[in-house]
């Protein structure tokens, strides 16, 4: 059996132990989800706690405990999603665009800190967080993104082109010169 198993079925007899484990092996990861789609510390707090209630909610549904980690970021996204949605401002802003290779996005923000990162998506408008969030840093693609959201694909991609490009600034503001080989 292994230790996942053992921390899912201990939690499921209601042993707060056990309990406090698994909160203790993911509030950070599920907080971080919660700062990065939040308005504010207040709101991030709010949809933490829902989303810890959902995952012991429904720790019973978890069908691979090896699962855990990403089934509890999942919950956590849409506990988020569905905090926000109703904020989303689903109006088409820019043109849609080519956008630039995920990949390197992903090898920019490796460069920051996770405060520098949390600030710089906290800065953008609402629409373009939850979008940008969603693709770059939790892997969701438009049609996903299109679906949570209530909105148009061609609005998830045009305001991810925009959070790029807003990203690209703030990169070059904190001195990072390799935003320049992303378009």
């Known amino acids: 059996m292994t230790e996942l198993t053992i921390l899912i079925r201990n939690c499921l007899k209601g042993r707060r132990k056990y309990q406090e484990e698994l909160y203790s092996r993911y509030s950070g990861l599920v907080m971080g989800v919660c700062m990065r789609y939040a308005r504010d510390q207040s709101q991030a707090e709010d949809i ?19 699962a855990l980690p990403g089934w509890v970021k999942k919950i956590a996204v849409n506990t988020a999603l569905n905090y926000i949605r109703p904020r989303v401002d689903r109006t088409d802003p820019i043109n849609d665009q080519t ?11 490796d460069h920051l800190t996770n405060e520098q990162l949390v600030s710089i998506i906290n800065e953008m408008p609402e629409g ?25 694909e061609s609005t998830s991609r045009s305001q991810l082109t925009a959070a790029k490009k807003l990203l690209r600034q703030r990169l070059k503001k904190l001195g990072i010169n390799r935003y320049e080989s992303v378009n």
């Open 48 to 66: 933490f706690q829902e989303a810890f209630i959902k995952v012991y909610q429904n720790l019973s549904e978890l069908q691979e405990p090896n």
């Open 99 to 109: 956008d630039a290779d995920d990949q390197e996005y992903h090898r920019l923000i």
């Open 128 to 152: 373009y967080r939850f979008v940008f969030n969603m693709s770059v840093i939790d892997g969701y693609n438009h049609r996903e993104i299109s679906d949570h959201l209530g909105i148009a």
